[in-house]
Structure formats: structure tokens, C-alpha cells
């Protein structure tokens, strides 16, 4: 069963950082591109970001361009967000997902992807 699992969420002052990982079981990664989506309440779920599967091709939202890095160690099958200078404005559940042989040539589009996480909640206040 095709499963990924998002960790590392939490409550952080403004300005501080967090790391998520997604985890990826009964498949390995290699050949995935993945995404990370964020959706706060009563908003549209958006992307974030995505990294190919070899992890040479990166894109990011205008709104956390700068601030959060996507990278992928795909030995521990697993994709890191690392998230810098958090606003209170990226409060939201945050989504991984996944597609085979896919692209990362524009932010990333929620319906392109057809393995979800469950999401980890991040909350950004003082």
C-alpha cells in the first residue's frame, strides 16, 4: 500500500523555523516527483513547492520563495521542507504528495498529484 507520512509540524513563534519530512512506505521514492501543498482554513488547498525525482529541479510559491527549502535523500526515501523566517500567514495543515515520473516545471498543481499524506499541522504565532 502506497502510503506517505508527513511529520514535523508545530507551534513556532514568528520568525522561527521547522523542518517537515514525508515519508514515503511501500514504495520508494526514485522515481517520484513531490509536492508540498499548505491549506488553511476555509482557503483552497495551494502548492508550495515540488522537487523532481532526482532532486535537480526545484520551484516554489512567489509567497515563501527565499524562505523554504525543498530537498529529498531518496536513501531514506523521504522529502524535506525546510521552513525559515515562518510569518504567521503560513499557518496551515501542510500536504505531501506524490507522482510517478512526473515534473516539477511550475509550482505545483494539487490535481496533477495522486498520492496524498495525511498533513501536519503548523501553527506560526506568538
Known amino acids: 500500500q502506497l502510503q506517505l507520512v508527513e511529520s514535523g509540524g508545530g507551534l513556532v513563534q514568528p520568525g522561527g523555523s521547522l523542518r517537515l519530512s514525508c515519508a514515503a512506505s511501500?514504495?520508494?521514492?526514485?522515481?517520484?516527483?513531490i509536492g508540498w501543498f499548505r491549506q488553511a482554513p476555509g482557503k483552497e488547498r495551494e502548492g508550495v513547492s515540488c522537487?523532481?525525482?532526482?532532486?535537480?529541479?526545484?520551484n516554489y510559491a512567489d509567497s515563501v520563495k527565499g524562505r523554504f527549502t525543498i530537498s529529498r535523500d531518496n536513501a531514506k526515501n523521504t522529502v524535506y521542507l525546510q521552513m525559515n523566517s515562518l510569518k504567521p500567514e503560513d499557518t496551515s495543515v501542510y500536504y505531501c504528495?506524490?507522482?510517478?515520473?512526473?515534473?516539477?516545471?511550475?509550482?505545483?498543481?494539487?490535481?496533477?498529484?495522486?498520492?496524498w499524506g495525511q498533513g501536519t499541522q503548523v501553527t506560526v504565532s506568538s
Open positions: 504528495a506524490a507522482r510517478l515520473r512526473g515534473s516539477c516545471l511550475r509550482v505545483p498543481q494539487k490535481d496533477y498529484y495522486d498520492t
Open positions: 511501500g514504495f520508494t521514492l526514485d522515481y517520484y516527483v
Open positions: 522537487i523532481s525525482s532526482s532532486g535537480a529541479i526545484t
